[in-house]
């Protein structure tokens, strides 16, 4: 696609409920990263995938979080026994080698309630 | 722990000015260095990117400086217009693990007529 979709961009659930998450990158874009920004603060970053394999999960809070990228393109996270301290904007990003400029979605807006 | 700061925190100039935005870093081996702008409620759009080879990039009315041995990068837009209006970050991606963006805080820019 043209750019970065990411749904859905608004999602409401009831704290300790399981989410997920979907990024579709542009096509061809082998790394694809995601971050969690919360209000008035910079993103932060939770995992990068290059290809199917995580290069990099070291930004993942805890075991509650979990992302897939199986094939490579489309990626999912997971989010399991949902707090309210999860609520944030999730962004997700592509780039086409991982070392090149990276192209942001417009992100998916959690609220746990 | 890696660190970015950004100053000022906040900036308002009337339409025409000249303005520079900092970004301080504390990884002196950084792989590049981002600058993106933010829109209320939206992703992140990238501006320039500074390859740690690199010590400045320009397009357009902005221009990105990079000084690694200081820990330093500035943004500089010049003749600024009120569709500059935004959330300006900069983030750098550490030598050993490039896909991993770590982001400043931001400075919002408003541009009045």
């Known amino acids: 696609g043209a750019g970065v979709s990411q749904t859905p961009s608004n999602k409401v659930t009831e704290k300790g409920k399981y989410v997920e998450l979907r990024c579709d990158p542009i096509?061809?874009?082998?790394?694809l990263y995601w971050y969690r920004q919360s209000l008035g603060q910079g993103p932060e970053f939770l995992i990068y995938?290059?290809?199917?394999?995580?290069?990099?999960d070291s930004g993942l809070p805890n075991d509650r979080f979990f992302a897939v990228r199986p094939e490579g393109s489309v990626s999912t996270l997971k989010i399991q026994r949902t707090e309210r301290g999860d609520s944030a904007v999730y962004l997700c990003?592509?780039?086409?080698?991982?070392?090149?400029?990276?192209?942001f979605g417009s992100g998916t807006r959690l609220t746990v309630v | 722990k890696q660190e970015v700061t950004q100053i000022p925190a906040a900036l308002s100039v009337p339409e025409g000015e000249n303005l520079v935005l900092n970004c301080s870093f504390t990884?002196?081996?950084?792989?590049?260095l981002q600058w993106f702008r933010q829109d209320p409620g939206k992703g992140l759009t990238s501006l320039l990117l500074?390859?740690?080879?690199?010590r400045e990039q320009t397009s357009g009315r902005l221009n990105a400086s990079l000084d690694k041995s200081s820990g330093r990068s500035t943004l500089y837009i010049a003749a600024s217009q009120p569709g500059d209006s935004a959330t300006y970050l900069c983030?750098?991606?550490?030598?050993?693990?490039?896909?991993?963006?770590?982001f400043g805080q931001g400075t919002i820019l408003t541009v009045h007529p």
């Open positions: 990884d002196s081996a950084i792989y590049n």
């Open positions: 995938f290059q290809g199917t394999g995580a290069a990099d």
């Open positions: 983030a750098y991606a550490g030598g050993t693990s490039y896909g991993k963006l770590t």
């Open positions: 500074i390859q740690s080879s690199q």
């Open positions: 096509s061809g874009h082998t790394a």
């Open positions: 990003a592509s780039s086409l080698t991982g070392s090149d400029g990276y192209t």
